[in-house]
């Protein structure tokens, strides 16, 4: 069975690229957009790992699958990143333009 802490700190490294994607890619669309749920699923499978803790279920598979789904969400999560932060360059970029016509 694997350690549900070893689990949360995989969800926890994947929740924070994802929560910074989520803020840097579209400040004017926050949920209808493609980093909301990948901001949203490392936190729900966060309450879920707790949730079982609580209630004392262990099931060995469902440990390995929530492991995998983890380590699933950290590597989407942090290639997330990237692409948000080319869309606020791209965005600061066009608010520099504009400053340039006006002024």
Do not use: K, Q
């Amino acid at each position: 069975m694997v350690p549900t802490s070893l689990i949360l700190t995989i969800l926890v490294v994947a929740f924070f690229p994802a929560t910074f994607a989520f803020f840097f890619a579209a400040p004017e669309r926050r949920i209808v957009n493609f980093f909301f749920p990948m901001m949203v699923a490392p936190g729900i499978l966060m309450l879920f790992s707790i949730a079982l803790v609580i209630l004392r279920i262990e099931i060995v598979w469902l440990s390995w699958v929530l492991l995998a789904t983890a380590i699933f969400c950290a590597i989407t999560c942090i290639c997330l990143v990237r692409p948000a932060l080319a869309r606020m360059r791209d965005r600061e970029r066009a608010m520099d333009a504009r400053r340039a016509r006006r002024g």
